[in-house]
């Protein structure tokens, strides 16, 4: 029990932390929503040293939950990006465009688009890169009128262990969860 809350601190610091940089230079607290393991969101908002979450309630009064949590497609990022950036080069673009638009066709119109990273950077750029990858991958969905809401997660969910070149190369992805 002990690691399962430190492994939910760890995450909603890396969640607030960001926001809370953020606030310094904007001068303003975004909320963000947090899915906890089993789909239920949470808003969840950094006052600097302190920070605030609650569950998000619907109408009735009840947590929002069951939210989708199955990945539809995941990019590895050397398929899209170069290591360390996060500019789409031209086949990734077209291989977007492509997926985006069966997608759309299909009748799914709403994303949520997750970056990850490996752990050599530091968390910060890491959580930044991530984001700055999954934006990237957004704007393709938007230019097909796709919602999106993007995400990153920075090294912090790998699927492969960092102490390898194969695994920071899988640890390096972009997941598209479609709603």
Known sequence: MKSFIRTVLFVLGSVLLPLNAMALE????PAAIWIDPEGCE?????????GMM????DREGKPVCGRSTEICMEFPDDVLF???EAILSASAIDLLRSYFSKEM???????????HTDSTGGTYYNFDLGRARAEAVAAIAREFGAMTQV???GELQPIAS??????RRRN????????
């Open 26 to 29: 904007t001068g303003s607290y």
């Open 42 to 50: 949470h808003w969840v908002l950094d006052l600097g040293t302190e």
């Open 54 to 57: 609650s569950p998000r309630l």
């Open 82 to 84: 170069k290591v360390d």
């Open 105 to 115: 066709a299909s009748g799914t119109s709403s994303f949520i688009i997750k970056g």
């Open 151 to 153: 995400e990153s997660y």
């Open 162 to 167: 960092n102490d390898t070149e194969d695994g």
């Open 172 to 179: 390096r992805r972009v997941e598209i969860l479609c709603e």
